[in-house]
């Protein structure tokens, strides 16, 4: 493993519906093991995900990305809506999970993603511009530039039948927030397994998190001069 970078904090949000499967997830995700008896969140819970960003690079580095499951159960105060927002603040990334049994988990994605996008401090979301074609003018979902990635959980609970019907409506979701996708089963950790397409895909958004977030990073001292133009000329007028 290379030098753990100890300086930058990295934070990224997983959002979602109660119940879509976020903590089983997020323990799959930072331990590479099933956890097959999750309790509900409430309020939020913070774990540590190891990443390599760009192995066998000049540039690679290990970064711990701390990953915040928020809750999502209205019957506890501390995960109502008027409070999460309080999670909200200087956020390098989002997870947004949907259970793949649920269509309304999915259809509610977009509202997980405004509201964050509503309460944000930082500033910076509007740096880089996603933009999609099916989401409506007033939809902050439509310029984002936050990483996103979509989840859908519970894959093992789909009929063969179905599958195709709920993988395109899911992929058609993820068009329109201009992000990438993966579906797995929390309780199996091959779909996660190094070298799976799933894999490589939570590699390339963990490292296009980290980018971002170098991009707009700028060390605590940090001086920035003002480097005059060519072909300004400058004049000093002597009483």
Not at 4 to 31: A, M, P
Not at 118 to 140: H, P, R
Not at 194 to 207: I, P, Q, W, Y
Request: aromatic residues 10%.
């Amino acid at each position: 493993m290379s030098n753990v970078e100890k300086d930058l904090k990295v934070k990224v949000l997983v959002l979602g519906n109660s119940g879509v499967g976020k903590s089983s997830f997020t323990h799959l995700l930072c331990h590479n093991q099933a956890n097959k008896n999750p309790g509900y969140t409430i309020g939020c819970t913070i774990d540590i995900k190891l990443h390599e960003y760009k192995p066998g690079t000049s540039e690679e580095k290990t970064f711990c990305i701390e990953i915040w499951d928020i809750g999502a159960s209205n019957s506890h105060a501390s995960s109502s809506p008027t409070l999460r927002f309080i999670f909200y603040n200087n956020i390098n990334g989002i997870i947004l999970v949907h259970d793949l049994t649920n269509s309304k988990s999915l259809h509610n994605l977009p509202i997980w993603l405004n509201n964050v996008l509503k309460y944000d401090s930082t500033g910076g979301l509007t740096s880089v511009k996603v933009s999609s074609q099916n989401t409506s003018a007033g939809d902050d979902s439509a310029q984002c530039s936050i990483p996103l990635l979509m989840v859908g959980t519970k894959l093992d609970l789909v009929g063969d039948n179905r599958r195709s019907e709920v993988s395109a409506r899911s992929k058609q979701t993820a068009v329109d927030l201009a992000c990438s996708e993966i579906q797995l089963d929390n309780i199996e950790t091959k779909y996660i397994a190094a070298g799976s397409g799933n894999a490589v895909k939570l590699s390339r958004f963990f490292d296009k998190v980290v980018k971002q977030l170098f991009f707009n990073y700028r060390p605590p001292g940090l001086q920035v001069f003002f480097t005059p133009p060519p072909f300004v000329f400058y004049y000093l007028h002597i009483f």
